[in-house]
């Protein structure tokens, strides 16, 4: 059927257009020019009479600033631009899904996203636990949903991936888009995930802390465990937006602790020479620095020998300690404080664009993909094609240059079996 | 000579690089395919010895969030990374370069610019009012600079483009590097310039204040004035932030005032319906509006007729009076409180960013260019080209297709003659 | 009745605790050592059985930052604490006790006032305009409403007394109590109102703004309006919170504008030292300098001669002009952007303050009078005595000898027949 | 000498001036009414002429906000108030008194503190690590300092003391004047301590986000600590301004962990009813329940089993798991993200005045004494009153009453023993 934002004089996106992938005349060099992702944007046809909609939202994994934007922006987008009046939310992720969910998915309409977003979280819990595809197939046709909106991670866009695959072995018409969340910022060809600017943004908060205390104490260093198990991405991106980072560590470049090029050493020059120091470590950097933690577990369930974090402060400690230098370490971890906020108005834009675009998706039959952005672009991203690896700072990129830059920490640390 | 970068391991550049300006199939099959912007990078060789150096550093204009970030980095980077010492930042604009300077230079290196990223405004200084270029060139070989760096917008850097062509038409070695400072984003060739995100962050502020007093009074209207003479991007992107907004009013897609398909008749139906609404107005709007203003300048030499903001809160008191709807009008104007913010993190790294490879592309010896955006690469664009238009909003692009999506304002009140 | 609250193992407020009046010792010798103040709490024993109450609560005037918290907590304390399960929000101030209400009442329990203290505003509306007492009570009494808590300003408070002692005349037990509205601080006898702690840290940003524009121009003024019709409560607090401000005009204190000693010559002579300067005014400030306005009033209906405001940055720019100095102003007037804000955590825990013992007060019978603070002590005060004058700054106080003393702004500039 | 400030119209304070104790009239009733604390402010005479000052400025202990503040006021106010212009600012705290100073002291003056309340932290360093007294004031002596501000907690203070008794005892005219710094609020005999309303804002930002963390789970529960070794003022306040504690845990009022009154228990009711739940500790709460810490501390140095806060997120998770409530525990310590911060206007305005009091009493000659605030007015506090206990939250006072009130928990968890 024609769409209703026909009527509207809304600029309707072409089915043949794309999204070009190479950016520079190396990469085009290098690949066809014709590769390219769908372009993003509503279609003059629908697939789904809106009135025949169904629609569900689930919500998956760890917070991140804007979740509850993109589940305002779709319930508006859904409500006001195409009049979809069916759109539920599951409560508690793919547990929703499960054979005994803990809540009733609850009634979505303007009335009750009002002002959602200016709170951080996610109105309709989230937990990690996945479910058999069948079994998430079963329930949502028991519920007659046919558009689900699933807005979640790595794990999250396989299980999408998964229900729409399990759908259509069914050949049952039922639209599975993705929202890829991840304040890593990891999934790849992808510019930009939602949340993560905001998360950068205070990270320096923590920064100007962890710079403060080391600067207000004799040979202090501060010490910021930022996110980032996979990627450095929010490290690396905190530390060009804060010039008072003078070591950034990153799971991608393994650095070397020990030894006239290590992290210890440059550490001690940087103490004797300016008398205060800032590191930042993304929580998965440092890996092969980590016993295999079986023995070393703290009892406490909370910190452990194999978190890099506390690992590094002892070290540190030690280090200094022998060398003669008396230090304090102030150790910051502000995870929860920077997940939990509501997005910023760069991520809150970001929100409300992604779930436009996959309303509109949606209403136009497509399926196992998510909206994403390339090159400043909106563009369809297949799954399969998202989740089939990870994104990572590359050691050679522009980025992590400007890093080296912008530190003056020296590329020789890096380890040389890395 | 060969760049010191080189031993630091650091990924230079090849000449040969360029970044693509085509992003879509669309815009490919229009244009070349070898179409592109040199990409911004360190070189191999260098241009200048960095012993010889002189660097200028003018910041000039209104002020935009970023402006000290710029100055710090700049500084920085000529010093720790190129080991330039000579760096003088010029006080209060192209009036530096005139007969009668206000002030002497500034000295600059780590110790002047230290924490300066905290501050907003401008330690250098600013002004409006150009000098001729002779004039500029002069004092400039008086002073041995033979590195400028202009930071400035559009009249900023048309004046850039002028020393840069006097010096070479005397065949002086004086390269001449633009960072283009608009806070309203209109510089074409460019993805996004300094300062915008944090001006939308904040005037995302002014609007919840709208919304805010415009709900806690019957018949409430909340109108804000946002900064944009020519282009509507702080409008359009803050109502892309902040869901709030019913009418967003931009220089680039007139509107028409009275009759059914008008503002008022819309914000008449808005509040009758829903009992309050929030309108925001870039200053440029509506100016067919206004009168010629000359007999109509308001003697407090600060509000005037021909000024948007206040033409509006006058209409839409006058219809709605003579509506019989008993309304409140709330108007803000946040011009200064927007425009002095430091830089938040997005922009902090841009300005770094930027700073780098302003940098680098002085050392190499490029001049008569600006760095910039594309594709979220950087780029060398040459300042002919930044300067021979002003950027604008589409009225059938995708960003105000959006607008348009996220407010329900009907794309009928555009004007038909607009 | 006994209180609920004794079997919770309630500290309960003992009926002959006073508040002393005195401070100091001039104080106590001028003044009778007994004198002094009800203290707030919760009694032994209540006046209303809690399944009996019908309360309801009305916001009237302008928005000031913690109403929402009032509300909510108001509404927590009679429902957790008490039982009380009869309670309705009146919409859009006292109009919703006259002839014509706009809006039904809303009915109020936990789940409508969850989040609530995040947003600004008035979630059940204000306005201006009174009605009779007689009017207001017969409504009052035919909703059964016998416990009313008003939280306004000095009209609201007055209109506050005006219903409690209607309801005494006609006998019935309806307990009126205020919790004082004003974010200028400025009613007597109250060492605080819950809005001012966050206007103040909001005007700070006004004037950090007014600082950063000012220094960033050559003989740049950045001149702030706050608010403070009869009292520079704000102004005052904002320049000692502030080090940046270099003249304080506020209503209690008339000003020279003209002659040697006049704000025109030392605000010249600041800029010829100093290059830039900073300039606060309240709004109630020099009203002796302005016409009566009648003929001067600015068609926009927006900014007026009579509006200190606009009129300063008018006579700077003029005298500045004629004294041969180029200069700038930067004009910034914040109103709704403060007054809109919510609270900070200081005026939230105020506002929880006030409304428990609001609560307190209500259920142990009290009537006409407000909740407030003495010397640290919460209290209660008599409408009466809270309404009969306005508090203003004293010129030869600590606070506005402070205040001269952080600007160095000379005494001699107050005017002789102020 | 007579003041400078006399001619300036300032308005002096007698010298018979005081401040009194009582507040309530039972506390009238059980103390003399003329007990009281001198009045602060400037004195008609001054005991150290200007010219002859030498003043040194000494920052001790943890980081608070308003530090930088003081050190800026107090150099301003002895620079333009009385004309010193012999200012210094000894480094790393009392060990720039010791025989091997790590850093010569700062010269202080309006440049050198320009700004300088934007940073948090002190520019001037801190450390712990007392010097003896004589030792002390030989270091003072041979820099011929004779007025010393010490801005630091209670043994700071003790130390203050101690050099000030040192100086009685050698007869020297060396003023000692304290600033009380402590983020804990438990100095007796002040109001108020600069640094702890920044502090409780900030924490509320943490208990937000527990709150959305724990919100966004089934059975989410958030912990958050908060500093308070021996008293519960920061984690009671930062309660009463944010409604959504549901537990609030302090040194002074023991609670029982384990039975059918204990914590655990009424935990895991409230997760049975709500599903979710915020625990606020203070540091110094609950030791009866940790072990000696001897053989327990964590060979990570960081996290210990005698840490309150970890210890509870473990013992939460067993006691949940055994219940059968499948849950998870958000534990967040925002320590350093707190103290670093910069004040708010709150405390901005309180540094200021601190430090013109300071000023004031010293150049008047007072001695051994600390500025502080009662009932409102600004004092002069005998070091000896100030340092011979500490201040705590009261079991059966008005503040733990309300916290009570806010959060529901039950009075009867308060340990029997305790």
């Not at 190479?22 to 809106?50: D, V």
């Not at 396989?158 to 050949?171: C, K, L, S, V, Y």
């Not at 950097?285 to 009892?299: I, R, S, Y």
Request: net charge neutral; proline share 6%.
């Amino acid at each position: 059927m024609p769409s209703p934002l026909r009527e509207s004089g809304a600029d309707l996106t072409p089915e043949d257009r794309y999204v070009l992938i190479p950016a520079n005349s190396a990469e085009l060099a290098a690949g066809s020019t014709g590769h390219g992702f769908e372009a993003a944007g509503p279609r003059e046809s629908l697939f789904f009479a809106p009135a025949e909609v169904r629609a569900g939202i689930v919500t998956c994994g760890g917070l991140c600033p804007g979740i509850n934007d993109v589940v305002r922006s779709l319930t508006l987008t859904l409500w006001h631009r195409y009049g979809v009046r069916q759109i539920r939310g599951y409560r508690y992720g793919y547990s929703a899904f499960g054979p005994a969910p803990a809540a009733e998915p609850m009634r979505l309409d303007p009335e009750a996203v009002h002002e959602l977003h200016t709170l951080g979280g996610t109105i309709l819990g989230s937990s990690r636990g996945p479910q058999p595809p069948s079994v998430m197939v079963d329930r949502l046709l028991r519920d007659q949903v046919n558009v689900l909106f699933a807005i979640g991670g790595d794990g999250t866009l396989r299980g999408a991936q998964a229900i729409a695959e399990e759908a259509q072995r069914r050949n049952v018409a039922l639209s599975v888009i993705g929202i890829p969340k991840t304040i890593d910022n990891d999934i790849p060809w992808l510019d930009r995930t939602f949340g993560f600017a905001t998360a950068v943004n205070e990270a320096t908060r923590s920064i100007v802390a962890a710079h403060t205390e080391a600067s207000g104490a004799w040979n202090g260093v501060g010490l910021v465990k930022l996110m980032g198990r996979h990627a450095g991405f929010i490290a690396a991106a905190a530390t060009l937006a804060n010039s008072q980072v003078n070591f950034c560590l990153v799971p991608e470049i393994p650095f070397d602790l020990e030894g006239p090029n290590g992290l210890l050493a440059h550490l001690e020059a940087r103490l004797r020479e300016r008398r205060h120091a800032v590191v930042v470590v993304a929580e998965g950097a440092g890996q092969h620095l980590l016993g295999d933690g079986k023995d070393e577990h703290d009892a406490s369930g909370d910190v452990q020998l194999d978190d890099i974090g506390p690992f590094l402060k002892k070290r540190f400690l030690e280090h200094l300690g022998a060398s003669g230098l008396s230090s304090t370490v102030k150790y910051i971890d502000p995870s929860y404080l920077i997940r939990s906020l509501p997005a910023n108005s760069f991520d809150s834009a970001l929100c409300l664009a992604l779930a436009q675009h996959a309303v509109h998706a949606a209403m136009a039959g497509r399926t196992n993909m998510l909206v994403g952005t390339w090159n400043g672009r909106f563009t369809h991203v297949p799954l399969a094609l998202a989740t089939e690896r990870t994104r990572s700072l590359e050691a050679g990129g522009v980025m992590w240059q400007r890093v080296l830059e912008a530190t003056g920490q020296p590329a020789s640390m890096r380890r040389a079996a890395g």
